[in-house]
């Protein structure tokens, strides 16, 4: 299928798999090849809209439910925050 369209990270998988899911390999190839310009592949969000479908909001790979990133962010955000005694050495 990937033949057909760009797929150029993870949420255009998830896109791709979603659209199979939902219309059929036929219909995704057929919106695909109608809306291809020359050799060119199409982007999903052309396909998409060429079968009037709205792409759902998909999970970042790696996001995390319970928020861990996030606290790490935080933690890191705070040490940078933090005066350093060596930016006073004069």
């Known amino acids: 299928m990937e033949q057909w369209v760009r797929v150029q990270n993870e949420h255009d998988r998830q896109v791709l798999a979603w659209l199979r899911e939902r219309v059929g390999d036929a219909v995704v190839t057929a919106a695909a090849q109608a809306c ?49 005694a060596r930016a006073y050495v004069r």
Do not use: N, W
């Open 36 to 84: 291809a310009h020359g050799d060119t592949k199409p982007y999903l969000s052309m396909v998409c809209r060429q079968l009037g479908l709205s792409v759902p909001q998909f999970t970042r790979h790696g996001a995390s439910a319970d928020g861990v990133g996030e606290r790490h962010l935080a933690a890191m955000y705070e040490i940078l925050r933090a005066p350093s």
